[in-house]
């Protein structure tokens, strides 16, 4: 049990670090263009921005599963890696649908992704939170 919550540690951990690392990545570039964001950018390109954030923030938790997945099929938990993409992506989003399971000595993984996935999917949220009221904010200074 105790080598199952220590992999477990390590992935949350990898996960973690690509969700930051790529957080701060998309934030930087944004603090690039805060300017045009300021001066000239319009509700439709603003919009056309979110969309785009929201596509790639997807991309990282998709890369995070994939990173789970990995696990599962490597350790040949699951048959082939579909199923344990489908596994992990049920996991990661707390829907467990529970029509494929983890054997028992390795059950304890699943759940600690599941905390991951919500603790990160919160992160996310957050993230565009920020995101949308800088926006606002740029919109009613452009406004007055």
């Not at 934030?27 to 300021?38: K, V």
């Not at 995070?64 to 040949?76: D, H, I, K, N, S």
């Not at 029509?99 to 699943?110: A, I, N």
């Not at 949220?125 to 800088?134: V, Y």
Request: a neutral charge; one cysteine or more; charged letters at 10%.
């Amino acid at each position: 049990m105790l080598s199952e919550v220590l992999i477990a540690l390590i992935f949350v951990s990898l996960c973690m670090l690509l969700h930051l690392f790529g957080l701060l990545f998309l934030a930087n570039r944004l603090l690039r263009h805060r300017e045009y964001f300021e001066e000239t950018a319009s509700m439709s390109q603003l919009g056309f921005v979110l969309i785009l954030l929201f596509s790639l923030i997807l991309v990282l938790h998709l890369a995070e599963t994939c990173l789970w997945a990995l696990l599962y099929y490597m350790r040949g938990l699951f048959p082939e890696f579909e199923t344990s993409l489908y596994f992990s992506l049920g996991t990661y989003t707390t829907i467990g649908y529970g029509d494929v399971v983890l054997p028992k000595s390795w059950r304890l993984l699943g759940a600690i992704e599941g905390i991951s996935g919500v603790l990160l999917c919160g992160v996310s949220t957050a993230f565009l939170f920020t995101i949308l009221n800088a926006m606002f904010q740029i919109r009613v200074r452009t406004r007055y």
